[in-house]
């Protein structure tokens, strides 16, 4: 009997108690996926640059009125891969008849990867190289080395800048 | 009368230190409904959690930094069941469970952000692989179908490859 009495009050006791609340939950898992190719973006700006007449015993290398010439080589690539900028001429500076060889055209740069050099219309020169992806920013000052050989004349040429990422 | 008296008998002869440490308890458990944390409103059973992605993958396509600086809208519907009361909400968050991973090549989790649809009462935000993120609470009941748009920060600096990751998203409630 006396166990009877004490099994009542604890079955009163538990009705009184407040009931446990059930923690619940569910969870769901979310694949993504993302792809990123090869690709290169190159930007010159400015395209054109010009070179003033100038005394060549005064200025022996005429700096480019644009200098500096802001460069943006955007690559994708592989963490190991070698992107790499050249640049060629297209043949020398010509007005008519005159020319003044594209050796003459130099450049000094500024940035990451970025090289100095000289413009040659016979094999493509480096202007930089990047390991890896990035967006590789640059600066590059133009100059012609002056000489009173060259004929009078307005002399012009273009030049091919090419940026590859492997 | 003699059965009541029976008992009346039977509980005098109850040992002393029993009937003591049965009140004791009795006050223990009468006393636990004043706890606070888990114990909480009269329930007998769990409320029902339903959490459902749809699509249950999503895919960021390769595009030009320059010309997309954010890829996307990449859209995932979550249907969204749970009861919440005073005190006891729902609570609905995410949890990046690692980086977008190309075999070495790594774009953090945190380019990967949301807008959500309808908020309130769910939250726009930035994945994270340190903590869960609230996507939303309430106290009220809710069926609702979320729609969450996922963008990622593109990016030049991203190495070429095919990046996987995986998120979770947890409900709890009460």
Partial sequence: MSRKLVAALVLLAVAALPAVTLAASDSKVLTINATVAARAKLTIAPSTINFPDADPDVTPSIPANENSVVVLANVRTSSAGVSTLTCLANGDLASGSNNIAISNVSWTAAGPGYVNGTMSKAAAQSVGSWTGSGANVGNMDFSLANSWAYNIGSYTQTVSYTLTAP | ?174
């Fill in chain 2, 1 to 174: 009368m003699t059965h009541r008296g029976h008992e009346v008998v039977e509980l005098a002869r109850f040992p002393k230190r029993s009937r003591a440490s049965s009140f004791i308890v009795l006050l223990v458990l009468l006393s636990a409904s004043e706890w606070p944390g888990e114990l909480g409103p009269r329930a007998t059973e769990a409320a029902t959690i339903t959490l459902r992605l749809t699509p249950s993958s999503l895919a960021f396509p390769d595009a030009s930094p320059d010309v997309t600086p954010l890829i996307g809208p990449a859209t995932v519907m979550v249907s969204v069941k749970a009861e919440g009361s005073p005190g006891y909400p729902w609570v609905l968050t995410l949890l990046g469970n690692s980086d977008l991973r190309s075999g070495a090549s790594v774009i953090p989790i945190t380019a990967i952000s949301w807008t959500s649809s309808p908020s309130p009462p769910f939250n726009n935000g930035t994945l994270s692989r340190v903590s869960p993120i609230l996507l939303g609470t309430g106290i009220a009941h809710i069926n609702a179908d979320l729609r969450m748009d996922f963008m990622l920060q593109n990016s030049w600096s991203y190495n070429v490859g095919s990046y996987s990751a995986t998120a979770t998203f947890t409900l709890s409630g009460p």
